[in-house]
């Protein structure tokens, strides 16, 4: 027995929920799937995000915001501390009960939600097209061994599944990530600690975090998310959590772990493509994210509600080719594609920076922001700046070039 739908999103996260929701706003029939029983739950994020990054595609609630951003702080391998007051920066979030707000206002809007559903393989018609998705779906909350097959038919596919993608395996986009593709990462949720509540942190070091960096995230009542990020070659001398416990220990004298998690952190592949057939993949799934800093909440928002768009237009044009859904990523790329591409490029650059560098690029920024309040950031400008500061940055930019 199969149910019918225009749409299947496969995956509850930002990026799915956002995608699910535009095509139900457009009376498209949506069926997002969810993995876990509780939408948000686990999280392995840092939850912060950019102001505008969050209000382009949602208006603010105060419910799941933890604290606003106004201050950035960065610190280098030998402790040159640069100090950034930003008023409008951005939040963190608490995105268990994000996730789970913009979950339930996909299906306030019409789409179908269900959890404790998982996808386990695509279907194909007889002509070898994708129809559908398998699925295990847990019966009973009591028991995970009550659990049946069913399929779900469907026009579209959405892969919204994170990081470890299977919609992109078994649609057979491959997205098998090199280890220079991919940062290991761990974080704590801490409690007890002392943070100034407006302001992030970042902390920078080949000993600290070997090609990575450390980051302090406020979250209000003496809370904070506590994490780092190291390539994913070196984690196989020291793991991530190793150099984490390191960093909690010299930059709070007390502290209480409350969660701990481990994660991926993809970065962007122009080459990849993202939509094969009728089948389309959104944020982490398509490695829709920055691959400098590693966020992907806000690119996740965006390719979902493209995506969503796209698939509503098709849809409704009932008899548009398949290929018309190529447009998703046409129109993603020509939103985004200049600053994806421009943020793997910085990447390449921070991935060769010795400690030496390091200290240069922020003793520099030191002195450029100079105790000024900035009200938006430019990122490309700024990176353009900072390169012309340092003729040594120059000649790394060579050793990429050639
Ligand atoms: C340690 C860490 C810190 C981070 N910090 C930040 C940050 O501060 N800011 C930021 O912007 N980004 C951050 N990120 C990245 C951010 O978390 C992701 O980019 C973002 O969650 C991507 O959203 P998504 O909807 O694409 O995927 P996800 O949020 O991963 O959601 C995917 C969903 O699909 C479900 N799923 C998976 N497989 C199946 C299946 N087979 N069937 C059904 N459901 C399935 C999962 O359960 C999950 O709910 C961080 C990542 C890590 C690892």
Known sequence: MSDKYDCIVVGAGPAGSMAAKEMAENDVDVLLLEKHPEIGVPLSCAEAISFSGLTDFVPIDPEWICTQVQKVLLVSPSNIKMELHHPNAGFILNRKLFDKRLAEKAVSCGACLKVNVQAI??????????????????????????????????????????????????????????????????????????????????????????????????????????????????????????????????????????????????????????????????????????????????????????????????????????????????????IRGRLLRFHTFCRAIFLRMTDEYLDAVISFLKEYFDDKVVTGLEPIPLVKTILRSNPRLLLLLRHLVW
């Open 121 to 334: 393989g695509l279907l194909k018609n007889k002509k070898g097209e994708f129809c559908g998705v398998r699925v295990l779906e847990t019966c009973s909350e009591r028991s995970e061994s009550d659990r049946k097959e069913k399929e779900y038919e469907a026009k579209v596919i959405i892969g919204a599944d994170g990081v470890e993608s299977n919609v992109a395996r078994w649609s057979g986009m491959d997205f098998c990530l090199g280890l220079d593709q991919i940062g290991s990462s761990a974080q704590y949720l801490l409690d007890q600690v002392e943070v100034e509540p407006d302001c992030t942190e970042f902390y920078f070091g080949q000993t600290l975090a070997p090609r990575g960096y450390a980051w302090v995230f406020p979250k209000g009542n003496s809370r904070a998310n506590v994490g780092l990020v190291i390539a994913s070659d070196r984690s196989k001398e020291k793991k991530a959590k190793e150099y984490l416990d390191e960093f909690v220990t010299k930059r709070f004298y007390n502290f209480k772990i409350a969660e701990s998690m481990m994660g991926g952190i993809p970065c962007f592949d122009r080459h990849k493509n993202l939509v094969k057939e009728n089948v389309l993949l959104v944020g982490d799934a398509g490695r829709v994210v920055d691959s400098l800093s590693g966020a992907g909440i806000s690119t996740a928002l965006l390719s979902g509600k493209i995506a969503g768009s796209v698939v509503s237009q098709y849809i409704k044009n009932g008899n548009s080719s398949v290929s018309f859904l190529k447009r998703y990523y046409d129109e993603l790329m020509h």
